[in-house]
C-alpha cells in the first residue's frame, strides 16, 4: 500500500476527505511573489512613516510656511490641508495640527490683513485630523482647547439677502469668533461666525453654534442649545450620570503606569449587607422563608416534624 494510502487509514479518513482538511502538495513557504508583496508593503509603510516625519511643521523646521508665530513644541502634521495667510496666524506652544488642517487668514493668499493678527491659537490647542479654521476676519482659541476631528470653525458666511442672485455671488458676512479656554470640540462640531464660548464649553459631536454661550456649559443640537450648566451651589444641572474619574498623580512613573496596567479591573462595589441578611431578603420577597443554610432566627424556625398522632380509640378515620 502506497503512503498515500496509509495517510488516512489509522483514522478512518478517506483520501478525499485528507485531502480537503490537509492540501498533499500545499508549499510550506510562501512563493517569491507573496514574499516580494510583503516586503513591499513593510518598505512603503516605514517610507510613509519617515515622510511624515520629515513633513511635518515645526518652530525648528517650518518648510515654506512661515507663520507670525509658530511656538516652541507645536507640530503640524504631514500631510498639511490647506494654509495661508501665515503672516497673520500666530499659534501657541505645544499645540497638535492634525493631518489634513486647513488654517487661513483673509478670504485669499496674497492680501494685506493689516499690523493685528487674524487667527491666534493659544498655548496646548489640539485640532483634529481634517478640521478647518477660516479666518477672514478675527478668530480666537483660548489655550487647551480641544477639537474633535473635521471641527469647522469659521468667522465667514454665506449671505442670501438678494433672492435674485446667487448665493456664492453674494458678498459674505464676517463677525468675530472668539473660543474660551478649556473648552472642547466633539466630532463635527460646527462653530459660526459671531459666536462666543466661554471657559470649558462642551460641544456635542455635529452641533451647530452660534452666538454666545456662558461658562461651564455643555451645548448640543443644531441649532446648539445648553442641555447642561455648572451651578455654584448645586454643582451639574442636571447631575452627571456617571461619577468622576479619578486623576493620575502628577508624579507617577512609567513603572508604576505598566504595573497598573497589569492589574485586573476591580470594580468598586457597595456597601452590601451580610450574606444571610441578603439571602432572607430574597426569600422573604418570594414569598417564602430564609434561603436553606441561613442563620435563622428563633421565631422563624420550623416547627418539628414526629411520627403521625394516632387517633383516639372509639373514632372513625376521615
Known sequence: MGRRSQVGAGNGLDRADYRERVPLNGNLFPSPAVWCRGALTRAVHRGWRWVQRAGSVTAAHPGRLRFRRLGPGTRLAFPQGTVFGEAWIELGDHCIIGEQVTLTAGMMPGLDLGPEPILTLGNGVVLGRGSHVIADTRVTIGSDTYCGPYVYITSTNHSYDDPQQPVGKQWPRAEPVEIGPGCWLGTGAVVLPGARLGRNVVVAAGAVVRGEVPDHCVVAGAPARIVR????????????????????PEDITPEQLLALADQ????????????PEREAGRGRERGRGPERGT?????????????????PEGTERP
Open 264 to 275: 485586573p479591573d476591580q470594580p468598586d462595589q457597595p456597601d452590601q449587607p451580610d450574606q
Open 229 to 248: 450648566r455648572w451651578d455654584q451651589a448645586r454643582g451639574w444641572q442636571p447631575p452627571l450620570r456617571t461619577p468622576a474619574p479619578v486623576p493620575l
Open 295 to 311: 442563620q435563622q432566627s428563633a421565631e422563624a424556625e420550623p416547627p418539628v416534624v414526629g411520627p403521625p398522632v394516632p387517633p
